[in-house]
């Protein structure tokens, strides 16, 4: 059975940093792209970043890139998901998830994941 567990949220002033962590079970990891997502109340779900099999592409939303930075530890299973500088208006839940693809790339589209987490919060204060 595939499981995310997302952890590292929680509260934080505006401008400050935090680091959440997504361990996943139950799949081979490396043959997984995987992504962050947020939905803040009354929003839709929104993709945040996104990165490749081996780590060595990624993406990210325009309002995050530069502050934001998604990682990879294939050797323990977990996707990271730095922010840095961070604003009132990140404040959401977030998601990981994963999609399995047979190159080391991207994928075609932001948001068709086979595997979702339950998510964790995120709070910025201002």
């Known amino acids: 059975q595939v499981q995310l567990a997302e952890a590292g949220g929680g509260l934080v002033q505006a401008g400050g940093s935090l680091r959440v962590s997504c361990a996943a079970s139950?799949?081979?990891?490396?043959?997984?792209?995987l992504g962050w997502f947020r939905q803040a109340p009354g929003k839709e779900r929104e993709f945040v970043a996104r990165?490749?099999?081996?780590?060595?592409?990624?993406d990210y939303a325009g309002s995050v890139k530069d502050r934001f930075t998604i990682s990879r530890d294939n050797a323990k299973n977990t996707v990271y998901l730095q922010m840095n500088s961070l604003k009132p208006e990140d404040t959401a839940v977030y998601y990981c998830?994963?999609?399995?693809?047979?190159?080391?790339?991207?994928?075609?589209?932001?948001?068709?994941?086979?595997?979702w987490g339950q998510g964790t919060q995120v709070t910025v204060s201002s």
């Open positions: 990165i490749s099999r081996s780590g060595g592409s990624t």
């Open positions: 139950g799949l081979t990891f490396s043959l997984y792209a």
């Open positions: 998830a994963a999609k399995r693809l047979y190159y080391d790339g991207l994928g075609r589209t932001l948001y068709e994941y086979d595997y």
